[in-house]
């Protein structure tokens, strides 16, 4: 289940929505962009249509046939999550008959769901539970037909487990994992009463092919697929935003806490659907690798020591704040202003890095400042500053949704960086071409449903003459494009950069023998590339 903050709109906004169009929901005149459905745009208006197998993140499913809706004009009862919106469209949400249908639905979801809500760990934070309260279902009329129940749960993951009696196999988790996460480790599995969420070959979690990310469980809309964390403490009370800090792709996340104070606890960590870096998507480490926050071994108060030699010992705020800086002072007055300097970690956000630079420099008065992500970036920061004038880097995450070739060089993002790596095995899966250079055989050359047009399996340590015989090739086969190079190059230096790696020696031929990969593959993926 999403955060329990985030309000929910259905279907996706459309993706190239520049035009819009105005209607009439229930009255209530809205003005969306073209392509929105007709359940987007009534959330938009403030009126919630009844869903069940709609969330925002997912592209429109409408099989679960509870957000039907009446158009004027139009006969029968469209789904309202497949349904877009046109000009002048005049649509109601509330009737009798709406009613009636939807009755119906709720009516047979719960004939093989247990209505024992207080018991459920996703009580009170149950799309199915507000459902039937929402059209007044508080048990089913269809009695002495066939039941899934009893069915064992699947307790294998230790983060997670997945209760098929509260499974209403609406898809869900299945679209996530395919559409979000692209793993495709779920499937529903057999047909009609028989059908059945099934993780990979039916087996257990653990064994199949999840990689424990959490989209199943953030789109799942009952208690089937639930935090171990919430079963264990019980529903969280409110939602703190926050980042995570494992890799640099800086993911948003909600902390969903209990208790004040002192005894304020983490319940379980959702990713923020409008964080700008992962978009509502985690992987393992962040979604569930928050164990140290309440960790016995965590230091929960400030410390201070005087030699290394010395005990730690407990202290206030107010002392520790002032034994460093005392200390600093005196290391200033003894060895020169110079002498201290600041350095922050990777795992700091850029805001707490701000922060550091800025004590550095106005109240240490140098410029002693550094972070260690600098040490491990440093090569590409010292070209990118050279090159574009700015070491950091020039596109979002969000720009490998618009490329055609993508190149991975020096890097293994399905391990290192997993959410970026699921976008850009989407925009793969979508035909984008892909190169790898790398001399391990890394899951992007070869997995389900991604595969690597090139793989370059370099020596380690010649990543230059790859480069440089990939450039050749470009080079000296007119591949360039030269009006956008004299756009964004200076002349002079573009010309010299030409001349050189047009030399024969660095050719795929000649660097062949450093690099160790043939010299015709070279020259195939350059074509591709450029």
């Not at 257990?204 to 089937?224: N, R």
């Not at 939602?239 to 792709?249: E, K």
């Not at 319940?267 to 978009?279: E, F, S, Y």
């Given at each position: 289940m999403y955060a329990i903050d985030y309000e929910d709109f259905g279907t996706p906004a459309p993706v190239n929505g520049a035009a819009t169009v105005t209607v009439e929901v229930d009255g209530r005149p809205v003005t969306v962009p073209d392509g929105t459905s007709v359940m987007r745009a009534a959330a938009l208006a403030g009126v919630k249509v009844p869903k069940l197998c709609a969330t925002d993140t997912l592209k429109a499913f409408g099989s679960c046939r509870l957000c039907l809706v009446e158009i004027e004009g139009r006969k029968g009862y469209p789904a309202s999550c497949t349904t877009t919106v046109a000009a002048g469209m005049k649509i109601r949400t509330q009737s009798d008959k709406l009613l009636q249908l939807r009755r119906g639905v709720i009516d047979l979801y719960v004939s093989d769901h247990p209505l024992e809500c207080a018991s459920c760990p996703a009580q009170g934070h149950c799309e199915l539970e507000d459902m039937a309260a929402a059209v007044g279902i508080t048990g089913s009329s269809y009695t002495g037909g066939a039941m899934h129940r009893p069915t064992p749960k699947d307790e294998s993951n230790p983060y997670f487990a997945f209760d098929p009696q509260l499974c209403i196999v609406c898809s869900r988790c299945v679209r996530a994992c395919d559409e979000i996460q692209g793993t495709f480790a779920l499937t529903i599995q057999g047909r009609g009463f028989g059908s059945k969420?099934?993780?990979?070959?039916?087996?257990?979690?653990?064994?199949?092919?999840?990689?424990?990310?959490?989209?199943?469980?953030?789109?799942?809309?009952?208690?089937?697929?639930?935090e171990k964390s919430i079963i264990g403490l019980g529903?969280?009370?409110?939602?703190?935003?926050?980042?995570?800090?494992?890799?640099?792709?800086?993911?948003?996340?909600?902390?969903?806490?209990?208790?004040?104070?002192?005894?304020?606890?983490?319940?379980?960590?959702?990713?923020?659907?409008?964080?700008?870096?992962?978009?509502g998507h985690a992987c393992i480490k962040g979604r569930f690798a928050w164990g140290y926050a309440t960790h016995s071994d965590r230091v929960l108060k400030p410390m201070i020591r005087e030699t290394i030699r010395d005990e730690w010992r407990e202290v206030s705020w107010e002392e520790a704040i002032g034994y460093a800086a005392s200390e600093i002072r005196r290391v200033q007055t003894k060895y020169g202003r110079d002498s201290v300097g600041g350095i922050t970690s990777s795992r700091c956000t850029n805001e707490e890095t701000f922060l550091v630079q800025k004590l550095v420099r106005a109240a240490f008065g140098n410029n002693n400042v550094d972070t260690c992500a600098r040490v491990c970036h440093s090569p590409t920061g010292y070209g990118l500053k050279q090159t574009f004038g700015e070491s950091a880097g020039t596109q979002t995450f969000k720009s490998v949704e618009k490329s055609d070739v993508i190149m991975v060089i020096g890097a293994n993002p399905t391990d290192a960086h997993p959410v970026f790596a699921s976008r850009m095995k989407k925009r793969i899966r979508e035909g984008a071409r892909l190169i790898v250079a790398d001399p391990r055989r890394i899951d992007l050359v070869a997995s389900p449903h991604v595969k690597a047009d090139f793989h370059l399996p370099l020596k380690p340590g010649t990543n230059v003459a790859l480069l440089n015989a990939l450039a050749h090739v470009v080079v000296t086969e007119g591949l360039a494009r030269e009006a956008y190079v004299a756009e964004r190059c200076e002349p002079d230096s573009y010309a010299k950069w030409k001349a050189f790696v047009a030399e024969p020696r660095n050719s795929p031929e000649e660097s062949e023998s450093i690099t160790g990969v043939p010299a015709e593959r070279v020259r195939r993926a350059a074509r591709l590339y450029a």
């Open positions: 969420v099934a993780a990979s070959q039916d087996q257990p979690f653990l064994d199949s092919e999840c990689v424990s990310c959490g989209a199943c469980i953030e789109s799942c809309p009952t208690g089937a697929l639930t529903q969280p009370e409110r939602a703190l935003d926050t980042t995570c800090a494992y890799c640099g792709v800086g993911c948003g996340f909600k902390a969903e806490v209990r208790g004040e104070g002192a005894d304020v606890e983490v319940v379980r960590m959702t990713p923020d659907r409008a964080g700008k870096a992962n978009h």
